[in-house]
């Protein structure tokens, strides 16, 4: 953390965030920080979607909360999963990332969760994808979400502006429950 302050000392760096941290490590790195008068994390990186939520929900996210933690999640698509390109394991060929889902998401609550989806994508106009960052940003302070081909950013780019109202939320929410 010295090693940080330094570099925000020389501009470097304006803050410092982490990734993959427990609660409990994100914690102890903030009573630290505050403890010895160093830059605190601002910003924490965790794997967090409407598939993969276990992880960053309860503990952790309380804790960003209660300390004005940024969150910014990776596979926010769950590996493009939740873009509902992979619904069978002959779609897993489409591209070389269809590998890594493997059989992760085709399961009992991934076809769950890809009606949902559907459906709300449907109510908007929109794309799956579209709709499972949509409800990301209203959890997290911004998803990281990436694209091969221009259409993809265009797709990424609507979804900041679809409007998902408490009930869809809920929706998406119960879809995607445990």
């Avoid at 982490?18 to 903030?30: G, I, P």
């Avoid at 394991?89 to 949902?116: H, M, N, T, V």
Wanted: aromatic share 8%; proline share 3%; hydrophobic share 40%.
């Amino acid at each position: 953390m010295a090693a940080y302050g330094e570099l925000i000392r020389q501009g470097k760096v304006r803050v410092i965030g982490c990734s993959n941290f427990t609660a409990a490590r994100l914690t102890e790195s903030l009573e630290a920080s505050a403890r010895l008068g160093l830059p605190r994390y601002e910003s924490l990186q965790p794997e967090y979607n409407l598939y993969d939520r276990a992880g960053y929900e309860g503990e952790l996210e309380r804790t960003c909360r209660e300390n004005g933690i940024g969150v910014i999640t990776y596979f926010s698509l769950a590996r493009g999963f939740l873009t509902g390109k992979y619904r069978s394991k002959a779609d897993l060929g489409q591209s070389p990332r269809g590998e890594g889902i493997g059989g992760k998401y085709l399961d009992d609550r991934g076809f769950r969760i890809l009606a949902a989806l559907d459906e709300v994508a449907a109510q908007h106009r929109a794309t799956p994808a579209q709709v499972a960052l949509a409800w990301l940003m209203t959890r997290v302070t911004a998803p990281i979400a990436s694209a091969t081909r221009l259409a993809q950013i265009e797709d990424l780019i609507a979804a900041t502006r679809l409007h998902l109202d408490a009930a869809l939320i809920e929706r998406l929410t119960t879809a995607s429950a445990y």
